[in-house]
């Protein structure tokens, strides 16, 4: 679910994968395997990626807009 909603919110800002990745500092890959919850989102990176996705901690775990 997670993943999902950072999917939603990257597509809404018309972001690519490889510009999400290169603003909060990780790999593409990385990026692909947390939006398909393949890999666990360390909690260092919750701060990075609500600043970059400018929504707040409730819209990457409830989904609200």
Known sequence: MIGSNIREKRIQL???Q???AELIG???SNISKYENEELGIDAMMIPKIIS???CTIDDIYKGTN
């Open 14 to 16: 018309g972001m690519t």
């Open 18 to 20: 490889e510009k999400f």
């Open 26 to 28: 990780c790999s593409q």
């Open 52 to 54: 970059a996705l400018g």
